[in-house]
């Protein structure tokens, strides 16, 4: 069973610009506060 989280409430979040490898990514931030690491598919 697979958890899903819907993220489209969450803003993008300009704190951090490191990530972990080259792909591309954006950082979220949720109402709450929680900050996430997004990263695209890589093709």
């Known amino acids: 069973m697979f958890k899903y989280i819907d993220y489209s409430t969450w803003n993008l979040y300009d704190g951090f610009s490191e990530g972990s490898g080259r792909s ?3 950082w979220l931030q949720s109402e709450e506060g ?3 690491l997004f990263k695209y598919p890589k093709h």
């Open 24 to 26: 591309e990514k954006n």
């Open 34 to 36: 929680t900050i996430g």
